[in-house]
Every structure is written in C-alpha cells, then in structure tokens.
C-alpha cells in the first residue's frame, strides 16, 4: 500500500455507497461519492458531489481527485463509465456493466459460460410478445429489459388473457430498450452466489447465500445456504466462469434459481448486493471490505462464514423498538439514515450464531420484540417457522 491515502470514487450515493466507505477507511481509504441527490445517504460519510450522470465538467472534476472509480449502483448510464475510464481507472469494467444492464445480454452471457436459463424471447412489439408466449410457455413474467430493480417493471402472465393487461402495463416500456418475456421457474429455493475477484484474477467466494423475496424485493437472507456440496461448488464455478469471462473485478453477485436440483441463471449485480449485507458480522472479510480491496488492486481477504446468519430487510422505516433488539445477543442493527418512504430499503438487521437452532432462537426473540412492527411481515410471510411460537413464546431469559 502506498504511503498516500488512496481515494475511491463511488458513482451513486446509497446505502451501498454508504457501506463501502464504511468498510474502506480501517484500511485508510478516502471516498468521493457522486449522486444526483443531494441528501444521498453516504453524503453523511463521505463527501458528495452532486452531478448529472451527463454533467462532464462535474465528472472531470471527481475523476481529477479519485485513484479508482467504482458504483453502487448498475444504472450508470454505460457511456458515462466509458467516459470516465478515458481518465482514471474504473472497476468493474464498463462492459461488465454493460452486460448486467440489459437482462437479455445478462442471460446470453450465463449461456454462453454454461449456465442454464429460465426460457426467455426478446419483445419489442406486441406481436413478438404473443411468439415469445410460445418459446416460454406460460405461466411467464414480463419484464423491462433494463432499469428494473426491486420487482419493479414487471408483470406475471398466468393465461393467455393476461397478455393485453401485460402489454397495457409494460408495452409503453418497450421503448426505447425493450422487454423480456421469461419461463416463470417454479422454484424450491432462491440462491445466490456473492464473489470477488482481484485486478490480477484472484478469485474468493463467500458460502452460498439462500434469499427470500416478498413482493419482487429481498425480504430474508441466510448463510450458509444449507446445500450439498456439489450444488455449492457448481453454484460458485459459474460465478468464477461469469467473472473471468467479463474480466471483472470487484464483487459481483450471482443471483440463482434452484428448480429440480438445477441451478438456472436469474441475474447478475455488478457491484456488492444486498444479499451480501450478512457478510459484515457473519463473514472473516465482508463484501463491502473485499470490493475496496479488490479495486485498490489489493489482496483480498478471507472469506470464510464466521457465524450462521439471518439479514432482515427493513422496507420504507426502522421497526422499533430499535434500542429492544440491540440489546439482544446476536443482533446487528444497520440504520442508512434515510428518510422513510414507502419501498425504500432503510436499513436492516443481521441476526447471527454459532449454530441454527440458536440462530433460530434468536431471530424468535427479535420478532418477539419487534412483534408490532409492520417491517418484519415480509419476513414472515416468506418465513413463517423461524418464529412460529411467536410472540406466544416464552421469553428469551426463560430458556
Ligand atoms: P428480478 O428483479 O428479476 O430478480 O426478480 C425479483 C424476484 O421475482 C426474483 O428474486 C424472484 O423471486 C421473482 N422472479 C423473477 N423472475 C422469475 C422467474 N423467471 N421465475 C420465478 N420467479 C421469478
């Protein structure tokens, strides 16, 4: 490590963001953050500067003062990392993000590494959405191309009469990037994959995470993934074939369908995910720590599981009472000190144990003290035994 703070420089200013700098700075990393929003949530860690993906006078000025550019979010518009890598160095590649922007590129890719896919046809008009149907057969969901996130932009087709109400929801999206018509996978389990790979190929991964997702967003997440062995290490070849394909660096997440003992390719995030946030107390090295070391160019750190874990989202505000769960054992609270609003991901919590029957008992006792609060209904409804004596149960200093 050189003896001069290096600088990173963060494009969008979210929790991500906010994490990343969080992580970087025991290693004596200095972060410049870019948002078009002035109260983006990492503006209260890092400093902010507030600009227009398009604004290049603005980001000639932050490609001046950073060593390295990197994003917490894929929707930088892919011109404007193309621009910015004319002047410093920008991990992951832009053409890694390229592929992860358009969800068709994204499934050619898995393919093309071997990793199977639901069924799935381009749509641009109404007419190819009725000859996608029968590539995909039904029951399918219809989804922007690009720019969705959280399940927003999508529209679950059932029978052949839901595809006018698909096409009056999403037709007037198919413009200008188009829509994808996919198999929907009746799946087991929601799996994914979170990985790093450094600037010289060095590559870790950390145990295979299990997701819940409520409504289209990530309710409930587990490590380890209790999988076999050989689904594990198949899950993990395919990131590491997905990351040397695309010569990527930085953390990437590789987001998986179990169906029938097969793994198929949902999508990838080009950055760190929310389905990594466990690795900050459950994990030797965390996403957010590996990310940074790994476009510092930098060895990366061990990824091994540290404790069980169970990550809560908390969608639109913090649960309370807060200071109730912080005092039981194994809870980590994360406030992003955002503004509450109905959707938005405002923080979580990372229940963790040496085992999963404590793991268990302890994600029992936070919902037993947080049994009023609207922000766990997700979980329990993607998850209902972990709790199901709950709030009935016996106190936690009972046992
Ligand atoms: P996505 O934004 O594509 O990751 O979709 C959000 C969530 O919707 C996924 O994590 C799944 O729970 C569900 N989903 C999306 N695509 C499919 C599919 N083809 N089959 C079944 N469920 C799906």
């Given amino acids: 490590m050189s003896r001069r703070q290096p600088v990173v420089g963060i494009l969008g200013g979210g929790q991500l963001a906010r994490m990343l700098v969080l992580a970087g700075a025991p290693l004596g990393v200095n972060f410049v953050v870019v948002d078009g929003s002035p109260d983006a949530c990492a503006g209260q860690v890092a400093p902010l500067r507030v600009a227009?993906?398009?604004?290049?006078?603005?980001?000639?000025?932050?490609?001046?003062?950073?060593?390295?550019?990197t994003f917490d979010f894929e929707n930088?518009?892919?011109?404007?990392?193309?621009?910015?890598?004319?002047?410093?160095?920008?991990?992951?590649?832009?053409?890694?993000?390229?592929?992860?922007?358009?969800?068709v590129t994204e499934k050619t890719v898995f393919r093309g590494i071997g990793l199977e896919t639901p069924a799935f046809a381009a749509v641009a008009t109404r007419a190819e959405l009725d000859a996608a149907v029968v590539v995909t057969g039904l029951p399918a969901i219809l989804k922007t191309r690009r720019l969705g996130y959280d399940g927003k932009g999508q529209f679950r087709l059932r029978a052949p009469t839901d595809l006018d109400a698909a096409w009056a929801a999403l037709g007037p999206q198919a413009e200008p990037h188009g829509?994808?018509?996919?198999?929907?996978?009746?799946f087991t389990r929601e799996l994914s994959v979170l990985a790093a790979r450094g600037r010289a190929g060095e590559f870790r991964a950390w145990p295979l995470t299990r997701n819940w997702h409520h409504e289209g967003i990530l309710a409930l997440s587990q490590a380890p993934a209790a999988a076999d062995a050989a689904l594990a290490a198949a899950a993990i070849a395919r990131a590491r074939a997905l990351a040397e394909r695309l010569d990527y660096v930085g953390v990437l997440a590789l987001e998986l369908f179990e169906h029938g003992g097969r793994l198929l390719g949902n999508e990838m995030a080009p950055r760190v995910h929310n389905s990594g946030?466990?690795?900050?107390?459950?994990?030797?090295?965390s996403q957010f720590e590996n990310h940074i070391r790994a476009v510092l160019g930098w060895p990366l750190g061990?990824?091994?599981?540290?404790?069980?874990?169970?990550?809560f989202n908390w969608i639109g505000s913090l649960p309370e009472p807060a200071a109730a769960a912080l005092a039981l054992p194994g809870v980590h609270w994360?406030?992003?000190?955002?503004?509450p609003r109905p959707g938005r991901k405002v923080g979580h919590a990372t229940v963790c144990a040496r085992d999963d029957a404590t793991l268990a008992a302890r994600a029992g006792d936070m919902a037993r003290v947080l049994a009023r609060a609207e922000q766990l209904a997700p979980a329990r409804a993607v998850l209902p035994e972990v709790w199901a004596p709950c709030p009935e149960r016996a106190p936690a200093a009972a046992r």
């Fill in 277 to 285: 946030h466990w690795t900050l107390e459950g994990a030797v090295t």
């Fill in 334 to 339: 994360h406030d992003y000190g955002k503004a």
């Fill in 52 to 69: 227009d993906w398009r604004d290049t006078d603005s980001l000639a000025r932050f490609a001046a003062e950073v060593d390295v550019v």
């Fill in 179 to 186: 829509l994808v018509l996919e198999a929907f996978v009746p």
């Fill in 302 to 311: 061990d990824t091994a599981l540290c404790a069980n874990s169970l990550m």
């Fill in 76 to 103: 930088v518009p892919a011109e404007t990392a193309e621009w910015l890598s004319g002047r410093v160095p920008v991990y992951p590649n832009p053409a890694a993000l390229t592929v992860a922007q358009d969800r």
